[in-house]
């Protein structure tokens, strides 16, 4: 139907060997804006399909060299036009050769003589449902596409991150060597240039860390390896990985975990990944002086939370999405000043929703921000028999608290 752009009335071949009918239905279709091709029989047919391709056919049944069902049959064994529409339209209306007709590919069937204005609609309704199927089927077809390109980018990353670490690692490993004075005595400026060598290239080495980790999850390749992991280790890992960062920022940074924290089955790298990302977040985009909390709670029957607050810079409900977004980042000005390629919260959602978890995002903008990971119950390992229904939470005793600011660790 589409010629360079344009739309094409339809066509249809109307083959059957009654001079007087084709007439008929050639008058009554192009009436209606179709273009009519004329067949006398089921060769002709066979032949004028293969030239003109038309959108639909209205085929006879009996007619001489070649019948109908015949004709129904051939252009059916042909994959261009196994397709392609064919309404019966003829006289024997018996049951046995309706029957006969839908088994040789009939789309549908009329009898004659036809209603002509039930013709017309019964021949839109078929080319309808003709371009819907061929529009599914180039949806389905366009997914595919873009599924292997993905497939592909997802290769292409795994491999080249993987190229890409090697090196990384060397020059870390050197510039380790060097600033420690291992192997030669070196200047203070030589050592300061160690230094940064080494700090560039562990920052670089994160960043291809993560594009690998994204990469593997989006290709279904990264798996968990999982075991018995202590919340309240994890908690406290990476609590003190982030420790020395909010000093430095001067937040009032505390988590708060129950006495007896629970016991989960994951991949604990990847959890405590998951803590150090959300931390680090509401550390950067944190003003000095502001706050920031990890909670862990347990829920009766709705496993268990991790919970980071920050007093923040926020975001809009808009943003959220955005922030969610591979590379996606919130360009407000104050939050540029901070290093970071946009990758730690797709990352973790990703990596939650590998332990059958959610994440949820709460923010407001210059109020702050409250990221909340839920794991399934089924990760849990005690049940919680001794905890109360509901949403009320068994929290919740200061176990670490890391303040920098006496006062603000008091509010
Ligand atoms: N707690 C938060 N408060 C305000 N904005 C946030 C917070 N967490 C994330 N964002 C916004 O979402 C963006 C994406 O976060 P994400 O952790 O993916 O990237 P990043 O921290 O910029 O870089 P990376 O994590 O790769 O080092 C951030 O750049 C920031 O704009
Ligand atoms: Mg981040």
């Not at 002709?44 to 129904?72: S, T």
Request: proline residues 5%; negative net charge; aromatic residues 4%.
């Amino acid at each position: 139907m589409e010629q360079n752009g344009l739309t094409a009335p339809p066509s249809i071949l109307v083959v059957d060997d009654d001079p007087v009918v084709c007439e008929v239905m050639r008058a009554a279709l192009q009436n209606d804006g179709f273009e009519v091709i004329e067949a006398s029989d089921g060769v002709e047919g066979c032949r004028l399909y293969e030239k003109h391709h038309p959108d639909l056919l209205l085929v006879d049944i009996m007619m001489p060299h070649m019948d109908g069902y015949e004709l129904c049959r051939k252009l059916r064994s042909h994959p261009e036009s196994a397709c392609v529409p064919i309404l019966v339209v003829t006289s024997l209306d018996d049951l046995p050769s309706i029957a006969r007709a839908y088994d040789a590919g009939a789309t549908d069937f009329m009898s004659k003589p036809a209603n002509w204005a039930i013709l017309n609609y019964r021949v839109r309704y078929i080319l309808r449902a003709e371009e819907l199927r061929r529009n599914e089927g180039r949806l389905i077809a366009a997914k595919e596409v873009a599924e292997a390109a993905n497939r592909a980018k997802s290769d292409f990353l795994a491999n080249m991150s993987h190229e890409l670490r090697t090196p990384l690692n060397a020059i870390i490993g050197f510039s380790s060597m060097l600033s420690d004075r291992i192997l030669w005595p070196l200047s203070d400026r030589q050592i300061e240039y160690a230094d940064i060598i080494g700090t560039s290239g562990r920052h670089l080495l994160a960043i291809v860390n993560d594009i690998l980790d994204l990469a593997k999850v989006d290709a279904d390749k990264l798996l968990l390896a999982e075991e018995k992991v202590d919340v309240g280790e994890i908690v406290s890992l990476g609590s003190q990985m982030v420790e020395d960062m909010a000093r430095r920022a001067q937040i009032d940074f505390a988590s708060e975990i129950e006495e007896r924290p629970p016991q989960v089955i994951g991949d604990p790298a990847k959890l405590t990944q998951i803590l150090i990302n959300l931390l680090t977040n509401a550390i950067k985009f944190t003003q000095p002086g502001g706050r920031v909390r990890l909670k862990v709670a347990r829920y009766a029957h709705r496993g268990m939370t991790f919970r980071v607050e920050d007093t923040g810079i926020g975001m809009s409900v808009d943003q959220i999405p955005v922030a969610l977004e591979p590379f996606g980042q919130i360009d407000t000005g104050l939050d540029r000043k901070r290093s970071g390629v946009g990758l730690g919260l797709p990352l973790t959602k990703r990596l939650v929703e590998l332990h059958g978890g959610t994440i949820e995002i709460e923010s407001e903008p210059g109020k702050g921000t409250i990221v909340t990971v839920r794991l399934p119950e089924e990760r849990l390992l005690q049940k919680p028999t001794d905890l109360r229904t509901g949403d009320q939470a068994a929290v919740v005793a200061a176990s670490a608290r890391f303040p920098n600011d006496a006062s603000a660790a008091g509010s």
